[in-house]
């Protein structure tokens, strides 16, 4: 309840105390402050779970481009995957090209979307980095595949559509993707995630399977 011409609010308890502190600015900012901390405290748990459930595979896409800024974050979100002996075998193209898009569209069966997606990010792995011996040589392709999920994750909780579509271990994907963005040898695309903001309402899939699990006692 607010009285005419008090900016301040009453409060059944502690009336007194609650009067002081929030008739006073100073207090009132510190006060405001230290709820805000224990929200953020307890938000992110639950935050992570819901992007977790409600990410879903977005193929349409609105007229709208996405914002450098958002992009940034989404390969900052990427970069902070697990990568196998810190190797960090990941290299990001970010393609907003009109002329590129529509090649990749035209060559790559299962990214069509990609002739009306603003950009799109390929994922791709340096498999020279950390000189792998034969047992590590995949590596990269775990590596970035983890990198991928980030990338997912980070642009539902920003109100973007993705979608992975596979390139490797496609042998003519990856050769239409490499002479796209005339990558070298040794460069492997995984995949291209059409970005953009969503131009429908999609819905997250239920996957939940408790038949798949198996405790080991």
Same mark, same amino acid.
């Given at each position: 309840?607010?009285?005419?011409?008090?900016?301040?609010?009453?409060?059944?308890?502690? =009336?007194?105390? $609650?009067? *002081?502190?929030?008739? /006073?600015?100073?207090?009132?900012? @510190? #006060?405001?402050?230290?709820?805000?901390?224990?929200?953020?405290?307890?938000?992110?748990?639950?935050?992570?779970?819901?992007?977790?459930?409600?990410?879903?595979?977005? =193929?349409?896409? $609105?007229? *709208?481009?996405?914002? /450098?800024?958002?992009?940034?974050? @989404? #390969?900052?979100?990427?970069?902070?995957?697990?990568?196998?002996?810190?190797?960090?075998?990941?290299?990001?193209?970010?393609?907003?090209?009109?002329?590129?898009?529509?090649?990749?569209? $035209?060559?790559?069966?299962?990214?069509?979307?990609?002739?009306?997606?603003?950009?799109?990010?390929?994922?791709?792995?340096?498999?020279?980095?950390?000189?792998?011996?034969?047992?590590?040589?995949?590596?990269?392709?775990?590596?970035?595949?983890?990198?991928?999920?980030?990338?997912?994750?980070?642009?539902?909780?920003?109100?973007?559509?993705?979608?992975?579509?596979?390139?490797?271990?496609?042998?003519?994907?990856?050769?239409?993707?490499?002479?796209?963005?005339?990558?070298?040898?040794?460069?492997?695309?995984?995949?291209?995630?059409?970005?953009?903001?969503?131009?429908?309402?999609?819905?997250?899939?239920?996957?939940?399977?408790?038949?798949?699990?198996?405790?080991?006692?």
């Amino acid at each position: 309840m607010q009285e005419s011409g008090n900016p301040c609010i009453f409060i059944p308890y502690q =009336r007194d105390l $609650a009067m *002081k502190t929030l008739c /006073n600015p100073g207090m009132l900012l @510190l #006060l405001i402050m230290l709820t805000n901390t224990g929200i953020m405290s307890q938000q992110p748990a639950q935050d992570v779970f819901t992007v977790i459930h409600n990410r879903k595979s977005v =193929r349409q896409y $609105a007229d *709208k481009p996405v914002e /450098n800024e958002k992009v940034e974050t @989404l #390969l900052k979100a990427a970069m902070a995957a697990p990568t196998a002996r810190n190797i960090q075998p990941w290299l990001f193209y970010v393609i907003t090209s009109r002329q590129v898009l529509d090649q990749l569209a $035209a060559d790559l069966p299962y990214a069509k979307m990609l002739a009306h997606a603003p950009m799109a990010i390929v994922v791709a792995g340096d498999t020279h980095k950390g000189n792998p011996n034969q047992e590590q040589k995949l590596n990269w392709a775990l590596d970035c595949s983890a990198a991928t999920q980030n990338l997912l994750l980070a642009a539902e909780a920003l109100g973007l559509g993705a979608v992975w579509t596979g390139v490797f271990p496609y042998s003519q994907r990856v050769e239409a993707v490499s002479q796209a963005l005339e990558l070298p040898a040794h460069i492997i695309p995984l995949n291209v995630i059409p970005v953009g903001y969503p131009a429908s309402d999609e819905q997250p899939k239920d996957k939940w399977d408790p038949e798949k699990i198996r405790w080991i006692d």
